[in-house]
């Protein structure tokens, strides 16, 4: 008989309740005790509604005050020194000011839990020792048993994962911080047995990166000794994300239980099955549906996969779940009132993801016929999204699945257009710009928010826009700014703004997803045929250059960006969607150059996010993306600059690929790491034009002058002076409107005194 279980649930609440009490608290609105409260009540709710659609291995520990790797540090009592932690549990201001900073101590690191759009709180090693300050686990699962008569699964986070998503060691340190925490891990899972617990599932994402056979042997001696330990507890030893490469010797370590993602690691998740069996009398976890998209499952490519496996595992042997947490999809569908029926039909959160998870049990151990009307609705309503006009346009198929036929290369090699581009713009030596948006004050954003209700007109609206513009086109002049903006005030988010104007992309009314913290988002949806209906940002540009005499660059945002920051439709292979997208924008660009606009950035912040988690797939990824960003951005003439943006600093993995993408100026960020970015100049060289942000925008500090110089001095030192400009780090939308003015001001003196020593 197969069996249904979850591997997450998400926290933030059908109505984002979650995020609200953590902010009400934060803001001082309600008490600790008060919050504990709702906390409960909101992780209670999500057990039962769990328990009530019949799940039967329903995880636990799953729930976080924040973040679950945060959790699994402060049970391991390990508080960076500057949090002035005492010992024994902690406490929860420490927790959070771990999280977000408190008097004067910085909040720890942030970073991207693999490739999805959560961030995690990083662990600080730094030589602290680890000691187990409380059984989270245990706490959790004895909660769910007492309160709900659940036998729940409680949910770890595996010790090798743990380690290397944290920092403060060096790799040779590796071997004895394992010393260090199997005592840990290893007291945890023996209370687990103890108390009864049947299942426990031990996280391990980090088997589905390029590992290596040394940390097979340590992940061999860790799961061999939590064995030993707790003989009697099972262990699911669960991997998502993507397919495992060492597949016999994960099969074969010493747990009950393997997790294994056939959605986003199909193709080698199921060939290795096939070439090696499955080890008898182990437990698959079989992650059947999509735990990282919208997209309602037709449920027949998953119940043919069943069927397909069954030959190498009995049914007994097969539980069926989610292809990941589903911490990474919204709630449930059931308040999208205002979505198009077809595409509200086929779409499924979490809680209807749970919903064909029982459905698939149902059919596989009932038969199908059990439940033939429901599993018709299923297909049905895949078929009718399939079907529809949205989904069908010729022209756009056509020429996103020919997409060799469409230019995709400048007239000019960089080397000849930087001619023409100087003798057309006559920029100065060092010419100084800035990264797109200006600051989005109360104002902007209420007068938006007028718009949006329909509290304002089309008129007024415009009218404030270009004040704005007006405003901030003179302050660029007067600062002295080189090559200006309009300042992006039109601009809630640099997604939304273009799903808004073209065809394809719909826009939930509850589709938040956490992001970090209390933060959520509500990622666009690409559903249909990307296609440009009319000039996206023409107008603004057009006014904005008709202000003044210096260049005004068009600001777009980029093909990989508009799709690694989306929902994307899962019927067409991602790179189609990404050329859809091009061709979109190119229409884009091209009407700016039309109407006069000839420096055009499009930006990429997101171009690395998408890197697949296997190196071996990057090649590919990289040459999809290239190919799109020139698919948008090769039409042009000669004299026409295009711009690119990406805000990060690992530009050392990717500088093949960034100069491939031929764009005549690239702006990075840079400032937090400067000194690394240099290394990579001296060993690698960047032939076209590019900018170092010479100050850190993501802090309200007004950055001396003198810091700029030196920083502008360091890099004219590896980079050649003639391509080199200067630039923030990225835009100014988040920060306060005097402290843009200063700094902006400082960066132009600091200019002026580096073209001075020339
Ligand atoms: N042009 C955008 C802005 O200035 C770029 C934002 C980004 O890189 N994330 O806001
Ligand atoms: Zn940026």
Redesign the pocket.
Known sequence: MLKSSNLGYPRIGANREWKKALEAYWAGKCDEAQLIGQLERIRLDHLKLQQDKGIELIPVNDFSYYDHILDATAMFGLVPPRFQYAGGVVPLSTYYAMARGDKGATACEMTKWFNTNYHYIVPELNGAKPTLTENRPLKAYQEAKEKLGIEGKPVLIGLYSYLKLSKGYELNQLDELIEQFLPIYTQIVQELAQEGVQWIQIDEPILVTSITQEDLLRIRRIYSTLHEAAPSLNIMLQTYFEAVDFYEEIVSLPVQGIGLDLIHGLGQNLESIKSFGFPDGKILGAGLIDGRNIWRSSLEAPLQLLQEISDYVPYERILVQPSCSLLHVPVSTRPETALDPVLKNALAYADEKLDEIILLVQAGNDGQESVQAKLDDSRKAVELLNASSSRNKEHVRQAAANIDLQPASRENVFVKRQISQQEKWQLPFLPTTT???FPQSPEVRKARQSFRKGDWSNEQYEEFIQAQIQIWIKLQEEIGIDVLVHG?FERTD?VEFFGEKLNGFAFTLNGWVQSYGSRCVKPPVIFGDVEFTTPMTVKESVYAQSLTDRPVKG?LTGPLTILNWSFVRDDLPRSEVAFQIALALREEVEALEKAGIEMIQV?E?ALREGLPLKKEKWDRYLEDSILAFRLSTSTVKDTTQIHT?M?YCEFHEMIDAITALDADVISIETSRSHGELIHTFEESTYELGIGLGVYDIHSPRIPPVEEMVSMIDRALQVLDPALFWINPD??L?TRGIEETVASLRNMVQATEIARAAR
């Open positions: 990264i797109g948006s992006e640099m600001m930006d912040p943006h805000c990225c835009g939308k």
